[in-house]
């Protein structure tokens, strides 16, 4: 097939059935991945349609942890200005009796502007002194409050009093937080009651503890495998090109990961494979295509030798394969092949 056609290695179509206009990274963005498949290689449709399990990947599954502490944050960006937020979610004080809602950058916690409202009568507005002066702070919270339109997300945690209702605002999003379901309905009742009343509007507010411990929820489901299974891909499509790929040996690994199913493919190891201690830059992420008798099989990890993932990516691969590798060398910017990088290493 001519390189320069536009056929989707994923769904098998091309224009028009499907569009081209972006080309698709190897490693996502998200976590630092800065080479990428040609344009006409991965169509706009595969792309609009995986990008609900990528998103999730990075935000709420096991690698959503490291890339909080250490980045990189929005499209790989390394500025701490534009590091990584973690989750809305519930965060315990040293008062182990006061919950607050937050996320975590870097590994540090804030706290996110919120009344906490006590269905008994008391009313009292928090955030977090990293966000700029406390009375603009208030001003901003009621002006967004006044335009509340009973759209929020709700977050239920035991934990919390039975008689309190937590109302964060973040990014234009509202959050709710409580532990009785008895107060589900009345929430839009106290929320009017509170843009009527604003009782936080001249109290000082109370700022969020740094002595925190932060409570994440992670989803683990078969789409970090099916991720996994796409990074794989396409390296492989990179390295030996499209109609390499297009043979229907790969059509079992490519249904799975456009469609999902039962996983008869990917594993999470919880042992040292032939690959992982294989010298690479400090918290890479790596990748390695090896074969294995007639089957050809990746084996990826993240930030360094974390999350370490076996793909068969087919039973029947035709003549010999040699070791691949790829390194993606997030803190630095940097991406090589494996043995590009051996060779800097020894020049």
């Avoid at 934990?159 to 589900?184: C, M, P, Q, T």
């Avoid at 740094?210 to 078969?222: A, G, P």
């Avoid at 830059?281 to 930030?303: M, R, T």
Wanted: aromatic letters at 12%; hydrophobic letters at 35%.
């Amino acid at each position: 097939m001519d390189e320069k056609v536009n056929f989707c290695i994923y769904l098998k179509k091309s224009e028009p059935d499907v569009s081209f206009s972006s080309e698709e990274h190897i490693f996502p963005a998200g976590i630092g991945g800065i080479r990428k498949l040609p344009m006409q290689y991965v169509s706009d449709d595969f792309n609009n349609m995986f990008s609900k399990m990528e998103l999730p990947f990075m935000r709420h599954s096991l690698l959503s942890l490291p890339r909080q502490f250490k980045g990189p944050g929005k499209r790989g960006k390394l500025n701490p200005k534009k590091a990584t937020e973690g989750s809305i979610s519930i965060m315990s004080g040293e008062d182990l009796n006061s919950f607050n809602l937050g996320y975590l950058t870097l590994g540090n916690p804030y706290t996110i502007p919120q009344i906490i409202i006590d269905i008994n009568g008391l009313c009292h507005f928090k955030s977090d002194q990293s966000f700029g002066d406390a009375g603009k702070q208030i001003a901003s919270f009621v002006k967004n409050l006044s335009k509340y339109n009973g759209k929020y997300i709700l977050i239920e945690d035991a934990r919390i009093s039975k008689d309190e209702i937590i109302l964060g605002f973040h990014r234009s999003k509202w959050y709710v937080a409580l532990s009785n379901e008895d107060l589900k309905p009345q929430i839009d009742e106290y929320i009017d009651k509170i843009i009527q009343q604003a009782p936080f509007n001249k109290e000082t507010p109370k700022y969020g503890s740094h002595q925190v411990k932060v409570h994440q929820t992670l989803e683990f489901d078969d789409s970090f495998f099916r991720v996994c299974g796409k990074i794989i891909f396409n390296y492989l499509t990179l390295v030996k090109g499209r109609d390499f790929v297009l043979n229907s040996c790969f059509d079992p690994i490519r249904d799975w990961i456009v469609n999902g199913g039962e996983n008869n493919f990917a594993i999470l190891t919880g042992k040292e494979t032939k690959t992982s201690k294989i010298v690479s830059p400090k918290e890479a992420h790596k990748l390695f295509i090896n074969q294995v008798g007639k089957s050809l099989v990746g084996y990826i990890s993240f930030y360094g030798d974390n999350f370490e993932t076996v793909v068969k990516l087919c039973d029947d691969i035709d003549g010999n394969f040699d070791l691949e590798g790829f390194l993606c060398d997030w803190k630095n910017r940097e991406e090589y092949s494996y043995i590009d990088y051996v060779q800097k290493l020894n020049n």
